[in-house]
């Protein structure tokens, strides 16, 4: 879990799920974050330069070379690091839907307006993008991935988040 906020690299190779919550909705708001330590511990891991993490910074968490296994399986641990992919393969909804609660209640606490999420309707696309199992080569997390990353447009986020001033 992100919780140690003085460690933390802006929100990024998550951008890739929800970037455009933060992009549509409350100021200052940052639901998935990652430590230098989750960063080293991935790097070592995946044998990923320090430039490749900066490419990938620069892109919002797209991975330079979709066709690298070494990419793939760097978010896929940084994926598994900041609670989005559970450990074995799945995606960690239920973890996800609490994160994305508990960061639009800070920023309605630090706004004039106050920004709810329909649950249901979060937890069904989330489920849409569930899969079974992890593959040597990281496939099947890429794939969700990218299914999570697809789910953060305008309109969604239109349907997930109500604003009330
Ligand atoms: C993973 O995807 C790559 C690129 O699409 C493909 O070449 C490779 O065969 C796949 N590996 C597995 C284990 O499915």
Do not use: W
């Amino acid at each position: 879990m992100a919780s140690h906020c003085h460690a933390t690299v802006a929100a990024v190779v998550v951008a890739a799920a929800f970037a455009a919550v933060v992009a549509e909705s409350p100021p200052h708001m940052a639901a998935f974050t990652f430590t230098k330590e989750m960063l080293s511990t991935c790097q070592e891991k995946s044998e990923i330069s320090q430039e490749m993490v900066d490419e990938m910074q620069k892109n919002k968490g797209l991975l330079p070379d979709e066709s690298s296994v070494a990419q793939r399986c760097f978010q896929e641990c940084m994926a598994k690091e900041m609670g989005l992919l559970k450990n074995g393969g799945g995606v960690a909804v239920d973890n996800i839907v609490t994160v994305l609660k508990a960061a639009l209640q800070m920023a309605s606490e630090g706004s004039e307006d106050t920004y709810t999420i329909d649950t249901d309707a979060v937890t069904r696309d989330l489920e849409g993008c569930q899969f079974e199992g992890e593959d040597d080569e990281c496939n099947n997390s890429h794939d969700t991935m990218k299914c999570l990353r697809s789910l953060g447009n305008p309109e969604n986020m239109k349907r997930y988040i109500t604003k009330e001033s």
